[in-house]
């Protein structure tokens, strides 16, 4: 049964940052605040039903944005194997929306297909990929319009005229301010976020279901040591009671609010949400770090416990790396700093630089030749290829990629089981290269030893490789443009007969790490040895 002063709680009249900061915020409750941003620019300007899409089409242009591609549209799953994120230029999702607007007698398909006859010849590619797929699984979500901690991402500050500050927040210190803009209806799965959040309605209609941290054990959260840990594991319609017992009492827990134009939402760090999104709904939100866990009610006890499992499974695992405190800290400042929400699942980051003569985009548009590469590079390359040829069977290496392990079964165990380098030779190797020197070495075995490179992904990387490799190529994007980054990712993946499975081998070598740190966390602090639940599958 909800507790009273849980409930949400409506103002119609906006309160002043003191009142906010003194009386609402502590309280860690959800609160709608009516009619907050109507004195907006956007309010008016960005209205799809007075031109809004033409002014947003005219002010951002041809930008590039990431869109969200979801095959489950129109949910949106947070995991990010449900999911990917996409380039996409603004003006190609907004042509789409102005589809939807004048469009409305039953004749879409017909209008679309004029449409994309009469773009523009400079977004033939962008049109062939939106409409090659269906447009309505298509979102944006979480674009920058401001970031104050990662400037360099800030997709649509050119919009940022149009929005200013929320008066209750008017005394914050914000982490950022980002977009959200559907055309079909659609709905973010079951999550909570590690800041605070308000949300606020541009135009359209949202509908937020919430539930308090304290309902955490009812919504069966997603493993912490998984890519998805902040979200929730059942489907919210029809839950399968025989798995999620005790999800029958969800009900209990849940609060509904509707929100339209010019409504703000104050999400709480912790809250879960879902939220449904009405066709051509257009919102911004703000996100800034709570206050410090002293003083917070009850309630929000279980999302702490899991936010300080998870930090104490980080340390864990920096320390399985043997890395030292000071890579410790930075890591743990960069998984902590901004919310890792329903979409936000991988971003590149960081400017070229030099390395040598030649610079990444010159490798990545030329084959990066083998007596080009400085003699240290070129002696990592051949260690590498020595180790996977060691590992695995010589003569499954000539071309075909159904590759079978030296001593199999043995063989198997021992990848499953090694979270440690210690004697891992493939992941220490990687370990000890410069993320710019392994930008190279890559590139030149996809160029010349694609089968290796295949099979070293698929069957040589134990989790800790897994976990390694990851990290480093999380250090190169750091090095490197975001057109570079793409351009590596797709000479990389491009070896791999089937793509989704190069990332599902990572993805599972990073879990099975993780997850082996988090039952040494269980261990050391808690005094439990624990099997762990089974691995999760597609």
């Excluded at 007075?50 to 489950?72: H, T």
């Amino acid at each position: 049964m909800m507790e009273e002063d849980l409930r949400i709680h409506t103002f119609t009249e906006i309160p002043s940052s003191e009142l906010f900061t003194s009386q609402i915020e502590p309280k860690n409750v959800p609160a709608v605040f009516k009619g907050c941003i109507k004195n907006w620019k956007a309010f008016s300007r960005w209205n799809p039903s007075d031109g809004g899409l033409i002014y947003l089409q005219e002010r951002v242009g041809s930008v590039v944005v990431e869109a969200m591609l979801s095959r489950s549209a129109p949910v949106f799953y947070g995991d990010i194997r449900s999911h990917e994120r996409v380039p996409l230029s603004f003006s190609t999702f907004i042509r789409y929306c102005l589809c939807l607007l004048k469009n409305r007698d039953g004749r879409r398909d017909d209008f679309l297909e004029s449409q994309k006859h009469n773009l523009a010849v400079s977004d033939t590619e962008q049109t062939d990929l939106l409409f090659g797929e269906a447009p309505q699984q298509f979102f944006l979500a979480q674009v920058p319009i401001l970031n104050f901690e990662k400037k360099e991402h800030m997709q649509l500050e050119c919009l940022g005229e149009d929005i200013q500050t929320p008066v209750p927040l008017e005394a914050k210190s914000l982490a950022s301010v980002n977009l959200w803009m559907n055309s079909m209806k659609a709905r973010s799965s079951t999550h909570y976020d590690p800041h605070h959040n308000l949300l606020c309605i541009v135009s359209g209609c949202k509908e937020v279901t919430l539930w308090p941290p304290s309902a955490t054990p009812y919504l069966y959260p997603l493993p912490l040591y998984g890519e998805a840990s902040n979200h929730s594991s059942i489907t919210l319609e029809e839950p399968d009671l025989s798995i999620y017992p005790r999800a029958a009492c969800l009900n209990g827990f849940s609060q509904k609010v509707i929100l339209h134009a010019g409504d703000a939402l104050f999400i709480p760090e912790g809250w879960f949400h879902q939220v449904d999104s009405e066709v051509l709904t257009i919102a911004v939100n703000f996100w800034w770090r709570s206050m410090t866990i002293s003083g917070m009610l009850e309630h929000m006890d279980a999302y702490y416990l899991r936010r300080i499992l998870k930090r104490l499974t980080d340390k864990e695992m920096n320390k399985m790396l043997h890395f030292p405190s000071s890579s410790m800290d930075k890591t743990m400042t960069c998984t902590t700093s901004q919310p890792n929400n329903a979409y936000r699942d991988h971003e590149h980051q960081g400017t070229s630089k030099n390395c040598g003569n030649r610079t990444p985009k010159d490798e990545l548009k030329s084959k990066v030749m083998l007596q080009d590469l400085e003699p240290c590079a070129s002696q990592s390359l051949n260690e590498l290829i020595s180790l996977v040829h060691d590992r695995l069977n010589p003569s499954k290496l000539t071309g075909s990629t159904d590759y079978s392990l030296a001593g199999e079964n043995d063989d198997n165990k021992r990848k499953e089981d090694s979270c440690s380098s210690d004697d891992d030779s493939v992941a220490n190797l990687i370990l000890t290269l410069h993320p710019l020197k392994i930008h190279r070495v890559f590139l030149a075995m996809a160029n010349y030893f694609p089968r290796t490179l295949e099979a070293l992904v698929l069957h040589a990387l134990t989790p800790v490789g897994s976990e390694i490799l990851t990290r480093k190529f999380e250090e190169m994007d750091q090095l490197i443009s975001g057109e570079d980054q793409n351009q590596f990712y797709q000479i990389f993946y491009g070896v791999f007969d089937d793509q989704s499975a190069a990332m599902d081998v990572l993805l599972n070598g990073k879990e099975l790490f993780a997850r082996q740190a988090f039952e040494n966390v269980l261990d050391k602090f808690l005094g439990v040895n624990p099997e762990g639940p089974k691995q999760r599958t597609k």
